[in-house]
């Protein structure tokens, strides 16, 4: 899911994937700092408009996964 996720919302720049992976409590802490649903959302609206042309490689090895209690914590390198 994680790897799948960064590919059709970060690499494809397809915004409506995001409803699709990442519920509205999503949470996503990446080189210290928070992302969530929204400045996701506003981050890539800004990429696509300043340069609709943007390819993004994601290489993703997964170091960690728990599920408890139906939440997901991922801990990957990029």
Not at 12 to 20: D, S, W
Not at 59 to 77: F, G, Q, S, T
Request: charged fraction near 25%; charge should be neutral; glycine fraction near 2%.
């Amino acid at each position: 899911m994680v790897i799948e996720s960064f590919e059709e919302i970060w690499s494809k720049l397809n915004l409506e994937n995001i409803e699709k992976y990442y519920t509205k409590d999503f949470s996503l802490l990446e080189n210290g700092a928070i992302w969530n649903t929204e400045n996701i959302l506003n981050h890539l609206k800004d990429i696509k408009l300043r340069n609709p042309n943007t390819k993004q490689l994601n290489v993703i090895k997964i170091a960690d996964l728990k599920i408890p209690n139906k939440v997901a914590w991922v801990i990957y390198h990029c």
